[in-house]
């Protein structure tokens, strides 16, 4: 490919695009608690590391078109934070530095001084890295746990890949095939050897196949939608190599028909499609109304950073009270459409943020013209819909990085702007130094989320609470409450032996706490239990009344509620 690999940006693609592929058994969930998150990370902040050393080293900052709309985005979050208010700090901060960092990796990589050949070649790199996520996803489709030990696997048939979440594979799934014909269609496809010529070939054929077998829908729509527009924006192209285009049909066909055959992933897709088109089962649509409405209630400021668990399930009570036959049943985080998390907790000042930076991209993608933006959008489109139907970066993120990855690539395409970095040499260093502490606060901050992770899940399976592991857990920011529910519920269930009360009653107002932030179904179900213990049947009945008048009718807590007044009366 004409590109040394021994070069800085090749290193720096590599540990990106290739660091998602960890796992061990872990709780799920979003974050860290995915273990593949910490590596990602750790990859992301030694390219930043890299990219600093590299603008020291040309003694230049190089700068995207638009980059003022782009600098606004991360630079207004961080103020929404202030301005509006932060109902938990730590959460606020940890999704901060998540963003913060993606940003700086953004314009990290510019500094690599590259030109769109090694650009489109790391392409080919990302195409074989995305080759071997559908071969996860493929081997999940077998019968059996194979290969358990190194990718995730559940006891249904069902391509989750290394993100443990069918719908986060299906959307890589999707970028990957508007990637391959975007590489079959590049003018320097002619040059390439016959051996990088076929990998996009053989990414489309497995990514199709991954994706018409799952039973995503918002991979389905991604796919559709990026397939058409790039074939669309690029078809004037892709006649001048009739024989590569052919080709490209023909493994579509294969890949998409061999899927279908092998699993009814696509009609279960779209059977899921009619749902929202017609009077189906879908909650997401019910989810969007609740949250349509909390963000009218403060249009201006929200409701503060971290509060939308707290305000969403609020107003999903009321909304279940007027509309008959509706209940919530799940607890939710998120309201699985990104734009609607910043406006409930930031308003419009939050979503002013998001607004520079669609504007910025639009302008690019304008600027580049049909054939090239067009084909740019494509790329950006199964992840950028991904976002607005559920949560995929918090889940992945691979996916966040990916996405900041091809935002490069997009306003690569018309080159950066070089200034020259006029700075002292004690500035310097303060800069290289500050680049080196951040890899290091990094790679400690993941790498104890690592160990702590796998611990918990062993705790967990094994039913043996290590006291002074739980101990050194509670100290970590991340797993901080979740060690502390542990511990706490441990020493609860230790102290009924004696028939104590000191300990249970510590619990209980730690839980108290926890859930006006968090209204989790499993907190609710503890806390029953815990007042039933206690004997405090006033508590145990609000905190039943509370449960059920956030989720109506759910049946995890009805089977509670009879079960302690069972036990207890009996006692």
């Known amino acids: 490919m004409r590109l040394s690999f021994l070069s800085p940006f090749v290193i720096a693609c590599i540990a990106l695009f290739f660091s998602a592929f960890y796992f061990h058994p872990n709780m799920g969930g979003e974050g860290l608690f995915i273990p593949l998150n910490s590596i990602v990370w750790i990859a992301t902040a030694f390219v930043i590391l890299l990219a600093v050393w590299r603008m020291w080293q040309q003694q230049t900052i190089r700068m995207p078109a638009f980059f003022g709309l782009i600098l606004a985005m991360p630079m207004l979050i961080l103020l929404t934070g202030f301005i509006v208010g932060m109902e938990q700090p730590l959460s606020w901060m940890l999704r901060i530095s998540a963003i913060l960092l993606g940003f700086l990796l953004f314009f990290g990589l510019f500094q690599f001084k590259t030109s769109r050949r090694d650009v489109n070649s790391c392409l080919y790199v990302l195409c074989g890295a995305l080759s071997l996520h559908a071969v996860v996803g493929v081997i999940q489709l077998l019968p059996g746990a194979l290969l358990s030990n190194f990718i995730p696997n559940v006891y249904d048939p069902i391509s989750i890949g290394m993100f443990q979440q069918p719908n986060v594979q299906a959307s890589l799934m999707a970028t990957a095939i508007a990637l391959s014909v975007y590489l079959i269609s590049s003018p320097d496809f002619r040059g390439r050897p016959v051996w990088v010529k076929s990998l996009p070939l053989i990414c489309l054929l497995l990514s199709t196949f991954a994706l018409m077998s799952s039973d995503s829908r918002v991979g389905l729509l991604g796919g559709s939608g990026a397939l058409v527009l790039i074939l669309l924006s690029r078809f004037s192209l892709l006649k001048l190599r009739r024989g590569w285009a052919l080709g490209m049909l023909l493994v579509l066909l294969a890949g998409g028909g061999s899927g279908l055959i092998i699993n009814d992933g696509a009609l279960r897709a779209y059977s899921k499609i009619e749902q929202l088109s017609g009077q189906g089962q879908d909650i997401r649509k019910d989810v969007y109304r ?105 889940v992945s993120a691979y996916h966040w990085v990916m996405f900041l990855f091809l935002l490069f690539v997009v306003f690569n395409q018309s080159g950066s702007k070089v200034y020259p970095l006029r700075v002292s040499f004690a500035a310097g260093a303060l800069i290289r130094g500050l680049s080196i502490m951040l890899m290091l606060v990094v790679l400690w901050f993941c790498t104890t989320s690592l160990y702590y992770s796998n611990r918990i899940v062993h705790m967990l399976y094994s039913d043996k609470a290590k006291l002074a592991e739980l101990n050194a857990i509670q100290q970590h920011p991340y797993f901080s409450e979740v060690a502390t529910r542990l511990l706490l519920a441990h020493f609860s269930e230790a102290e009924k032996l004696s028939k104590g009360t000191s300990v249970t009653l510590e619990y209980v107002e730690w839980l108290e706490v926890y859930i006006k932030h968090v209204p989790d179904i499993g907190v609710f179900i503890d806390l029953i239990r815990a007042y039933a213990y206690l004997g405090d049947s006033e508590k145990e009945q609000a905190t039943i009344d509370r449960a059920l008048y956030l989720y109506r009718g759910h049946p995890l807590i009805l089977k509670t509620a009879k079960e302690v007044k069972e036990k207890y009366s009996v006692d």
């Open 290 to 394: 609740i949250s349509w409405e909390i963000i009218k209630d403060k249009p201006l400021l929200g409701h503060g950073i971290g509060s939308f668990q707290q305000v969403f399930h609020e107003k999903a009570a009321e909304y279940q009270l007027k509309t008959d036959g509706f209940n919530l049943g799940l607890w939710f985080s998120h309201p699985h459409n990104e734009l609607l998390l910043w406006g409930i907790e930031g308003g419009a000042v939050g979503l002013l943020a998001f607004l520079f930076a669609i504007v910025a991209v639009l302008c690019q993608l304008i600027c580049l013209g049909w054939q090239r933006g067009g084909a740019m959008a494509a790329l950006l489109l199964p992840i950028a819909l991904h976002t607005q139907v559920e949560h995929p970066f918090y």
